[in-house]
């Protein structure tokens, strides 16, 4: 049977295990469908990249954005990792995980007054303002508060990451953040206004990226913008250089942390200022599975075979959204040789598919499926759709297993409607 990533989801005499906990004594528990996570995977994810960059003074802001659920933030923050958050709500997050502020960086291309004006109050490490435009509503409203704001500005350098398109965020065609021929006017102009103090340069293009070639680029045109600020006379503290480092959905070999490192760390040294670096994916990607059932199965008279689960786009919407792929692992397989199978969802959707013409062993109603490396951009960006519930999750850690988030009921749900 195969191994997967970190050993932490494989396959033994009993069925698929993470880290030495059945899947089948998880789901007797809590029912089906339901987020597992290996802690171990998450602290070797993190640990990864702080090796990697131990060569330069640098600081790891994990990207809430890939999952918020409140045990793996604290986890995370109980092994040393700050925070980038990309709205109120994950700063809150932060916080209630025993962030102190200074350790959040605020992100997001379209931030609130509400949000701004809190993240101004509490002291945030940095707000990476999108615009010369959100720069002076921040510096208006630190004014207002009589503070100051530290700052950096996101910059666009027009850089493919070579990932999907929809989560490209490096290009002049996407909405985020300033070209590098705008950026330097604005730092100059912007100098010296009260309620600012630019303390970085930011820059993130994108998630997902498997070659070491844009990670470079970026990481050397953000260090040329930050000696050109220097010979301004704008003197920084950091350069942030974003996440998007992609994980092996698929398990092919891409980029390791240490090659990441090769790349930029040359870049920025130059500069002779510390690293930000923002991870999501590449720490908790590979350390959680979906686990789910199969409630009908059929054949169609051309051969195809339909494996409904139940969990759909609403438990996991990455394949739906972006094609994405997962692997996908019986529970307990049958010894029968496998056929290609089509994998879909309980949704009123034709996009709710997880996989096509999937080779699977022989499939029945009831048998449990695990769809492997979701741990970022599963649960996080989970719905309601057709009124289903959120699913419960799961973390195990040392051979014992916690709920770490109980499943959504609908009284939960009809709660918020009057």
Not at 25 to 37: L, Q
Not at 198 to 204: A, L, M, S, T
Not at 357 to 382: C, F, N, Q, W
Request: hydrophobic share 40%; aromatic share 6%; glycine share 10%.
């Amino acid at each position: 049977m195969p191994t997967f990533v970190y050993q932490s989801f494989t396959h033994t005499d009993t069925g698929l295990v993470c880290d030495g906990v059945s899947l089948e004594s998880i789901v007797e528990r809590v029912d089906t469908p339901v987020y597992v996570y290996s802690a171990r995977a998450i602290r070797d994810g993190y640990r990864a990249i702080d090796d990697a960059f131990a060569a330069h003074p640098h600081r790891i802001h994990y990207a809430l954005k890939a999952n918020s659920t409140l045990a793996i933030v604290r986890l995370l923050r109980s092994i040393g990792s700050a925070f980038d958050a990309n709205s109120g709500g994950e700063i809150a997050v932060a916080l209630c995980a025993g962030c102190t502020p200074a350790d959040i960086v605020f992100t997001g291309v379209g931030k609130t007054r509400a949000e701004l004006e809190r993240a101004i109050a509490i002291g945030v490490g940095a707000i990476n303002a999108e615009s010369g435009g959100e720069l002076d509503r921040i510096a208006a409203l630190a004014a207002s508060q009589g503070r100051e704001a530290r700052v950096a500005l996101r910059d666009n350098p027009d850089i493919d990451a070579g990932s999907h398109p929809n989560i490209s965020t490096g290009l002049k065609i996407n909405k985020f953040g300033v070209s590098l021929e705008d950026a330097r006017t604005i730092y100059r102009e912007r100098r010296g206004r009260p309620g600012l103090r630019f303390v970085g340069v930011h820059v993130h293009i994108g998630s997902q990226i498997t070659t070491v070639g844009p990670l470079q680029r970026a990481a050397r045109a953000l260090a040329t913008l930050a000696l050109e600020l220097r010979d301004d006379g704008i003197t920084l503290e950091h350069v942030d250089v974003g996440g998007g480092l992609g994980i092996a959905y698929e398990g092919r070999p891409i980029v390791s942390a240490a090659d990441y490192a090769g790349a930029v760390i040359p870049e920025v040294r130059r500069t002779g200022l510390p690293l930000v670096l923002e991870p999501g994916r590449a720490v908790v990607g590979h350390a959680g599975a979906l686990v789910a059932r199969v409630v009908d199965t059929k054949r169609y008279p051309d051969g195809r075979r339909f494996a409904v689960l139940d969990a759909g786009m609403g438990e996991l919407i990455r394949p739906a959204l972006y094609g994405s792929y997962h692997q996908i692992a019986p529970v307990r397989p049958r010894p029968s040789p496998p056929a290609p199978w089509d994998i879909v969802g309980p949704i009123c959707e034709s996009s709710d598919v997880f996989a096509r013409d999937r080779a699977l062993p022989p499939l029945e109603v009831d048998d449990l499926v695990a769809i492997l490396d979701t741990g970022a951009y599963g649960s996080v960006m989970a719905s309601n759709y057709n009124r289903h519930l959120l699913p419960a999750e799961v973390l195990v850690d040392d051979g014992q297993w916690t709920l770490i988030r109980r499943r959504q009921t609908i009284d939960d749900v009809l709660a918020l409607e009057l």
